[in-house]
Every structure is written in C-alpha cells, then in structure tokens.
C-alpha cells in the first residue's frame, strides 16, 4: 500500500473511533438522564399521593401474600418484596425505623428485586435483596435467594449496630451492607418512607425507636428520619394574606434554644445575612429588628430527594460548616434574632425539587405533618 | 392532549405535566450543565441559595459565588477525584490494600465508612465519560463519574485548602 492511501486509513479509523466513542459517551449521558429522572421521580409521587389522615400511623400487621395496595413506579414483585421486608420487621419486633432502613437498602443494592446470581458484571457472588454474599459467611446461596432468610439476616445485623434508630439512615446501612458506596443508600429515603406508609397506613410517621407505632411528636424522630427544628409555638404562617412573601413559619421559641436538623443531609450553607433597608451591610451578632432585611445567622440543608430546608434569625454563627453532614436532630445553632426579626425565633422554610429560591418553597406545616414531625404547638 | 388528560382526571394530569417539565428542566440543565474542566472559573450556584426580590424575613440576597480554593502546592479537587476513581477501580489487591489506597484521598468520616468495606462490591470496572462538576462552592464539590454498569457520584472537601473525598455514592445504570 502506498503511503497516502495508508494515511487516509489511519485518519478514517481515527475518526470512526472518536464517532464511536462520542456516541458512547452521549448514549451514557441519556442514560444518566433516565436515572436522574427516575431518582426524581420519587419526589414528585410522594407529593402527589394522597395525604394520610391525621392520626393514621401504622396499622394491623402486613400480610405479604395478601391483597398488597399499588405504588406508582413500583412493580407488584417489588412491592411484594417491600411488604416481605416490613412483615419480618413487624414479626421481629423491629421498630418502624428499621423497615424504613431495610427497604431503602434493598432498593439500593437490588431495587427490590430477588436477584439471583448475574455473572461477572455483579458483585461477584452477591445474591438476592440485599445482594449478600455466600462467601462473606451470609448463608448459603439458596438461603439468601430466600427473601425471608435475607431479610432477617439485615435486621439481625442492623439492631446491632449502635444507635442505628438515630443514625443518618445511609450510615445505619453501610455498618451493615459494608458497600464501596457508603452514601448510596440516602438517596432512596423518601420512596422507603412511601413505600412503608402505604403498606402499613403511616407506620413511617409513628415515632421511629418505638416498636407500638405511637404517632411523633416532640423533638422525637419519626420513622420518616425527620423531626422538628425547635419545639415552639407558629407565630407566624407561611405566606399568609399579611405576608404574601413569608416564604416559611416562624417558631418561637427562647434566645439560645437549640435549632435541630430536621432531617440528615448535607449542609450547603451557613453565613450571615444582614443589611439595612437601604442596603447597607449589618452584622448578624447583633439583634435586628424590622430596620434590618435578611435571614440573619442562617444553615441551608439538601435532604434526600432534592429537599432543602432553612433556619434562619440565629443568636450566633451557625455550629456547623458547608458539606458537613448532619443527622436528623443533630444542633446545627442556636435562636436569636439577627437580621429582620423582632423577636427571638426560627424561621424554618422547606423547599422541593432542589429548588432554593422562592419558587421552591412549600408550606412546612402540611409537609411536616405527613413526615410524622408536626411543627408549632398548640399555644 | 386536552381529551386525554381529561381521562386521566386532574390530579394524574398534573402529576403527568410536573413529570414532563421536571424532564424538560433535567435536559435543559444536562445541556447547558458545566463542561468537566470549568470547575476553576466558572460561578455555579446551584449549592447555596439563589432567592431574589422580597422575602419578608427570609433569605433575599444571592451570595456571590466563589470557585474552589486550593492551597499553592496541593493537588486540585480534579485530580483528587481523578486518584479515588482510579483506586476505586483497583480491586484487583487485598481490601486492607484497596482500603488503605481509598483513605490516602479520604477524609476520617469517609474513612471510617469504608474501614470495613469489602472491594469485592465495587459494582463497575471501567470509566466511560469525562468527570461532571455539578456543583460547588470555595469548600466543596461534587462530581458525577459515567461508569460501564451505572454513575458514581463523589464530594469533596477542602480544609484549609487540602481536598478530600467525603462522600461516595452509586446509581446503578
């Protein structure tokens, strides 16, 4: 072959290489798409079911081989598998955090499928919901194909772990799955919550310690992972006629109470946000007052399904610093009254869709009351 | 459209339009997204908050966005990341050999959750596509890694300056 000939082959090749690849990378860009929006999709079901009722917190026992309600996005095999999980939860006596724990594990490791063995491209020998692995001393093969038998198998390795009802749930799983993905398993915390409402009537919203599904209340954490910022009184609602732009409630509570994460998740902002209402910078060690703008000493968290919350007005500069991560109930400051505020309180705002501006947020009090963690008490 | 949305009655209806825009706002944003490489110039927002106008006595002003800051003489968050991924991928030794690698590029929390992980569950072999910074701020990064059986997702921390790889997380493809 003459060599202009060769070089014009070299350049073709090149070039179907570099097509081929670019192709492969758009391909997996699309597919990325698709999980994103499938992650996403948990999200915008769980806001659009059916509120539960109040008072309605887990009832009667799940029978896996009985009538099992639909869950949208879900298959009947893995709600089937969901309801095997809760049931030998319930039958262990296991309180509801660990039902909630368990079935967002399976969903990360098999998305609730009983998998049996996939070749190379899996996990080696791993098998089942919770993709254990015979050779790390889980059981035989057949045993952890049975759904019961590995199911039973994470519980009794969960409640070992100590303090796993208040742990950050991708926390409490990685003590047990011991995974090369420790934080893989926070993001399926909402569609768990989901799944284990609608099977039991609420048990995600009873108190998540307690084996008798009391309904939460207080400062407890409710099997849903979430629970209240600080324990006081709405003195003012979100965006009522007075102040169409009051984009969350004010909970009041003592200078210098504690303000809590309502739920885990990573915090994206702490600082301070103050000006004169001419514009000029004002420090947030001092008490503002309604000749100040701003949120004040503030913390932004992003929860698991693009959730964000914010506590703002605190006495001092916030315990806690960006992308740390927090458990639900962990101090991230204290109340005060910096920036516009007349009194020492919370400003407590939930946002959805990762959406942190205006158009994000959503009344607390309604999304509160159906994570099991009412805001305000009754003055 | 109109028919058939009646069919589905109100609230699949809305729940059907908040899907489609959630699909549209994920491609737009896919689109005109950081290209891998940006991270030290560009100003994403997206990790603190962005609400404008009157906010009663919420948050109201945009804090201005700062890039990665990293210390003269250590390694960049892409080249951090860079080291993770490739040891991650390096299951091919002992766990205490695998584990030790991941740690060198860890902070403590990351590598107390791994202290016991098992290698062997390492759900990917190879890279497929540039690394994605999503989101960032002087402190913190994260990274969306294509791999050939799903994405891996990292974030990083700097303290004073010194990067570290703080939280790993998996999505199966």
């Known amino acids: ?21 670019w192709v492969g990378v758009t391909v997996a860009f699309f597919l990325g798409n698709f999980s994103d929006f499938h992650a996403n999709a948990a999200v915008i079901t769980s806001t659009t079911t059916t509120p ?25 095999d893995q709600v089937h598998n969901a309801a095997i999980i809760v049931h030998v939860g319930q039958n262990k006596a296991v309180p509801p955090r660990g039902w909630v724990i368990a079935v967002a594990t399976a969903l990360q490791e098999s998305r609730l499928y009983n998998l049996p063995y996939l070749g190379k491209k899996n996990d080696h ?24 038998y590995a199911t039973t198998k994470f519980y009794d390795k969960l409640v070992k772990v100590k303090g796993w009802q208040t742990l950050p749930l991708t926390v409490a799983a990685q003590r047990v799955q011991r995974s090369a993905f420790p934080d893989a398993y926070a993001k399926h915390e909402p569609l768990a919550t989901q799944i284990v409402n609608t099977l039991t009537g609420g048990a995600a919203r009873a108190t998540g310690s307690l084996v008798d599904l009391t309904c939460n209340s207080g400062s407890n954490i409710a099997a849903s992972g979430w629970t209240v910022p600080v324990v006081g009184r709405i003195t003012s609602g979100f965006r009522t006629p007075q102040r169409p732009t009051h984009n969350g409630v004010d909970l009041a509570a003592p200078r210098g109470t504690a303000i809590h994460a309502a739920a885990a998740g990573v915090v994206t902002f702490v600082g301070c946000e103050a000006t004169t209402l001419a514009g000029q ?21 992003a929860h698991a399904g693009g959730i964000i919350t914010r506590y703002c007005h605190m006495v001092s500069r916030p315990i806690v610093t960006i992308g740390q991560l927090v458990a639900a109930g962990q101090p991230i400051g204290y109340v005060g009254m910096s920036g516009d505020a007349t009194g020492p309180h919370c400003h407590f705002e939930v946002h959805i869709n990762g959406d942190g501006s205006a158009a994000g947020a959503i009344d607390p009090v309604p999304f509160m009351n159906q994570q099991g963690a009412p805001v305000g008490v009754r003055a | 459209m109109r028919t058939l949305l009646r069919k589905l009655g109100p609230r699949y209806g809305i729940s059907l339009g908040v899907l489609v825009l959630v699909a549209l706002v994920l491609v737009v944003a896919r689109f005109v997204g950081h290209p891998a490489g940006s991270l030290v110039t560009s100003g994403a927002t997206g990790g603190v908050p962005s609400a404008t106008g009157p906010s009663d006595d919420g948050s109201v002003a945009v804090p201005s966005p700062v890039g990665p800051v990293t ?14 991924v490739t040891a991650w991928l390096r299951t091919n030794v002992s766990a205490t050999a695998w584990r ?7 902070t403590t929390r990351l590598a107390g959750e791994l202290a016991d992980a098992d290698p062997q569950t390492v759900p990917a072999t190879r890279v497929t596509g540039p690394f994605a910074f999503t989101d960032h701020t002087a402190s913190w990064v994260e990274v969306a890694i294509p791999m050939d059986s799903g994405t891996l997702r990292l974030s990083l921390l700097a303290h004073d300056g010194v990067w570290a790889v703080d939280t790993v997380d998996w999505s199966p493809s």
């Not at chain 1, 020998?125 to 093969?141: A, C, E, K, V, Y």
């Not at chain 1, 910078?281 to 968290?301: A, E, F, L, R």
Request: aromatic share 8%.
């Open chain 1, 52 to 76: 539960l009722p109040p008072g309605a917190c887990g009832q009667g026992a799940v029978d896996p081989a009985g009538d099992l309600p639909t869950i949208a996005s879900l298959t009947s």
């Open chain 1, 281 to 301: 910078p004002y420090s947030c060690d001092k008490d503002g007052g309604p000749q100040y703008k701003g949120c004040g000493w503030y913390v932004q968290i």
């Open chain 2, 71 to 84: 210390s003269p003489g250590a390694a960049t968050p892409q080249k951090v990341a860079d080291d993770f």
């Open chain 1, 125 to 148: 020998d791993s098998l089942g919901l919770f993709q254990q692995r015979p050779s790390m001393g889980w059981g035989t093969p057949a045993q952890i194909m049975d759904p019961v």
């Open chain 1, 1 to 21: 072959m003459r060599r202009g000939p060769r070089v014009l082959l070299y350049v073709a090749a090149t070039l179907a290489i570099a097509v081929t690849c």
């Open chain 2, 100 to 106: 030790a690698a991941l740690t060198a590029h860890s």
